[in-house]
């Protein structure tokens, strides 16, 4: 039933916008201004599509745009929906096999997270170059439909590597011209990379489960964007995961960790993280 509700989905989908988008974009807590920056742009409410979920959390919009980035047209998830939310694995993933039969072939994965690594700030971004997926659960156990994928999708190569080349090189050119332009060198070091570990929440962690996720080779904790980067894979699609540090996971600090803050973060970086993603869809 899976695959016709997305197909439904994406019925609904093209009768709102002649858009054939190429990238869709799901973008994270806090970070969903760039889904304002779009030219020619339609949105859908999630409650409007069919099959969708509806988002529940403060600071994600739950709905559908489609508009042009750099004259590119895409398809911009402005909030998601979380495991932790109470949503079923099914749900989870339904937009990313939605983009699927809407013939998207890359997708572009953003969230907030915190940092486990003294080196990278709150306030800077972290491109994902593999995951750990800690959620407990791996979201596409149950029958298996081959019009998604295979039974057991490799997940060697998870995110793409020409992707993660594309962003660093427009990464570097931001913070080029930033240097050219006078601005304070600690402004040009806003990229890392590293492993992105996913829980289910929703409560951040405690100091020894951060010492845990350190210790297994974690650089950022969340709690999303792995469901939908595995959906991604089964679909065959080419997946980049860009985190927006927020805060430093708990006990790498003195400071308890909040919602509010990981969503003025997400606000601080807004203007970097938009610039970057506009530079990469244009190269794609
Ligand atoms: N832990 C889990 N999820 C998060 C965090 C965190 O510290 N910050 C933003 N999302």
Redesign the pocket.
């Known amino acids: 039933m899976i695959y016709e509700n997305a197909q439904e989905a994406a019925q609904y989908i093209r009768s709102r916008s002649d858009l054939t988008p190429k990238v869709a974009v799901v973008l994270g807590?806090g970070l969903g201004a760039f889904a304002d920056t779009l030219e020619d742009a339609i949105s859908i409410q999630y409650k409007e599509i069919p099959h969708f979920a509806l988002s529940t959390v403060e600071g994600h919009a739950g709905r559908l745009v489609l508009g042009k980035a750099n004259r590119i047209p895409i398809a911009v998830q402005q909030g998601r929906f979380h495991y932790y939310e109470g949503y079923s694995m099914e749900q989870v993933m339904f937009p990313m096999r939605t983009f699927g039969v809407l013939g998207i072939r890359t997708v572009i994965l953003t969230n907030?997270?915190?940092s486990l690594n003294t080196e990278m700030s709150p306030g800077s971004l972290m491109l994902i170059s593999d995951h750990l997926n800690m959620m407990g659960v791996n979201p596409l156990r149950g029958p298996n439909d081959e019009r998604f994928g295979a039974r057991f999708p490799d997940m060697t190569n998870v995110y793409d590597r020409e992707l993660q080349e594309i962003i660093v090189a427009e990464a570097d050119k931001i913070a080029q011209e930033r240097l050219e332009s006078g601005a304070d060198p600690r402004l040009t070091d806003f990229l890392h990379r590293g492993v992105y570990c996913a829980?289910s929440?929703p409560t951040?962690?405690t100091p020894a489960e951060i010492r845990m996720y350190r210790l297994l080779g974690a650089d950022a904790?969340?709690?999303s964007t792995v469901p939908e980067a595995i959906a991604a894979r089964h679909l065959g699609m080419r997946v980049a995961g860009i985190s927006c540090i927020?805060?430093f996971?708990?006990g790498m600090t003195e400071e308890a960790?909040n919602h509010e803050e990981?969503m003025e973060t997400g606000a601080r970086v807004a203007s970097v993280f938009q610039e970057l993603l506009k530079r990469v869809i244009s190269r794609l």
Do not use: H
């Open positions: 807590s907030a997270a915190g829980l929440g951040y962690e904790v969340g709690m927020t805060n996971a708990a960790i990981v």
